[in-house]
């Protein structure tokens, strides 16, 4: 255990020296460990039966790793994003190329916590061996006694078994191990090819150089950070008039007396203002100048979408 939490310190001082999306990449990753490790010790529990290992089993896989996924799904801004985009504008405005890249960006993201949880789930090997014990051939046992069937092979993750049956227990044990585990690796394997692949086409297929992309992650970075916190400033200072105009006075702090008096707040944006600057948006050039966001392209004035990138 020592172990593991040194590792996972180590992984999460890598992470905090890279991106921001490589931090959350890592922090999502990191959560999932401890949700496994933890769903294994308290939750975990192998019914050695029949026809009941193998379902029980993928479930333990398969059910976490759906969930973590429809909830990374759901935790993407591009998700929002991508509703009200067809909701507000149709998917008139979208190119193949655009429709790939947002997806992929979702579904990337999405993926990151289930198959953490998948290949930690194979690589300890319990859900995998809760499964499949059943279905080992008692040929394949050297001198597995004849009088034994698929329903005492299910019992072997239980360890409920005969004494007569231990070696070939541990024997079955190690085999299905060694399958889950190798699994496992091969699945951490075809995900970094597949990401080292994606990574190549991005740069390749971009139409910015490296430092302007770069550059255009960190503005979308700031533009977001400075929105929120704006936007929260702004509320608290109309719903403090707000108050104000209902009860004749309003309860303030010294904070926001001082925030009240700093930001004066006259009204609210109008509804196709908040509809320009939400939505979808890929890369474009206005006259031979990056737009970097909607929020960007309403600020400059330009109407439609623009040159495509």
């Known amino acids: 255990m020592a172990a593991l939490i040194a590792e996972n310190f180590r992984f999460l001082s890598l992470f905090f020296k890279s991106k921001d999306v490589m931090i959350f990449n890592g922090l999502v990753a990191l959560g999932t460990v401890g949700s496994e490790e933890l769903f294994s010790v308290v939750a975990f529990n192998c019914p050695c039966s029949p026809a009941r290992n193998y379902i029980y089993g993928l479930a333990a896989i398969g059910v976490p790793a759906l969930a973590l996924f429809l909830i990374g799904v759901i935790w993407n801004n591009h998700t929002w994003n991508l509703v009200a985009e067809c909701h507000k504008r149709g998917t008139k405005n979208f190119s193949a190329a655009a429709t790939f890249l947002l997806f992929g960006s ?8 289930p198959i953490t949880w998948s290949v930690i789930s194979l690589l300890r090997g319990e859900a995998y061996i809760c499964a499949l014990s059943e279905f080992v051939k008692p040929s394949s046992l050297d001198k597995f006694p004849a009088e034994y069937g698929a329903d005492v092979l299910a019992k072997f993750p239980c360890r409920d078994v005969p004494a007569n049956l231990t070696k070939f227990r541990d024997e079955v044990t190690r085999r299905l191990r060694y399958e889950s585990q190798l699994f ?3 699945l951490i394997g075809i995900v970094a090819v597949l990401i080292f692949l994606t990574k190549c086409l991005k740069h390749c297929c971009s139409p910015l150089s490296y430092r302007q992309e770069a550059y255009w992650a960190q503005y979308r970075s700031n533009e977001d950070k400075l929105f929120r916190r704006t936007a929260e400033v702004h509320s608290r200072i109309l719903a403090a008039k707000n108050v104000k105009q209902f009860f004749g006075f309003v309860a303030l702090d010294k904070e ?54």
């Not at 990056?290 to 990138?309: C, D, I, M, Q």
Request: charged content about 20%.
């Open 256 to 309: 926001e007396k001082e925030l009240v008096q700093e930001f004066p707040v006259e009204g609210v944006q109008p509804s196709p203002q908040w509809n320009a600057i939400t939505g979808v948006y890929i890369y474009r050039e206005n006259k031979g100048f990056p737009l970097y966001s909607r929020l960007h392209k309403w600020a400059k004035g330009v109407e439609g979408n623009g040159p495509t990138p």
């Open 184 to 186: 496992g690796w091969l």
């Open 106 to 113: 979702i579904m990337g993201r999405a993926s990151v916590a």
